[in-house]
């Protein structure tokens, strides 16, 4: 739960607190649109400027209507950001993380593929990327995601359980084992990684005996 200083946010106040920024950022869009519309001639400056400002306006806006689970608002926010910057990585991350709630799944793994490319040190689109894969079934292609996280972020406790997680699944015992210890040694206090290491100690003396 988020807190304003010392007291809890209701959910209805929460979202009361979202509404307010997404008034705040339409108004600030209007008015963007109406100072650079009412001069005839614009440099080249002020108009790198306007798009600029615009995309990110679009993004926030897309940021807030998913704090909403609004994802119809949410994806023709992100889908108007990208129109005016198509290399805009962190939108295309954003739309394929709208499209994995919405349970659209090829349209999330294009996202978050688009994501990729654009910048190929994304985390994040990797991990996501992972979690669609493994609902699709396809657990190879997840735990080749997986391991580009641990590459990416090797400190991220969270990302060599994902990949613990995975190789337990394809039974890879032994590699399962060493993630989730490396989890534990990363968190000392990550109970559902010493849960499934059990689990994988227990199975991996199965395949023993």
Not at 2 to 20: A, F
């Amino acid at each position: 739960m988020r807190y304003v200083g010392d007291y809890p946010l209701t959910e209805r106040l929460r979202k009361d607190l979202i509404l307010r920024n997404i008034r705040a950022i339409i108004f600030q869009f209007i008015s963007i649109t109406i100072i650079f519309s009412s001069v005839e001639s614009q440099a080249e400056d002020q108009s790198v400027v306007r798009k600029r400002e615009l995309t990110e306006l679009y993004y926030n806006l897309g940021l807030k209507y998913s704090q909403l689970g609004q994802w119809k608002d949410a994806i023709e926010a992100y889908t108007q950001s990208i129109k005016l910057n198509p290399n805009f990585a962190a939108a295309h991350h954003n739309l394929g993380v709208v499209y994995s709630q919405q349970g659209q799944l090829d349209k999330a793994v294009a996202a978050y593929k688009k994501a990729i490319a654009l910048d190929p040190k994304f985390a994040s689109a990797y991990r996501n990327l992972g979690h669609v894969y493994a609902q699709q079934g396809l657990l190879g292609m997840a735990k080749d995601a997986y391991e580009k996280v641990v590459e990416l972020q090797p400190e991220q406790s969270e990302a060599h359980y994902n990949l613990a997680s995975m190789y337990l699944k394809i039974d890879m015992m032994r590699e399962a084992i060493t993630e989730y210890q490396k989890a534990i040694e990363l968190n000392s206090k990550y109970t559902a990684a010493y849960q499934d290491l059990g689990v994988a100690y227990s199975q991996q003396n199965q395949y023993v005996e």
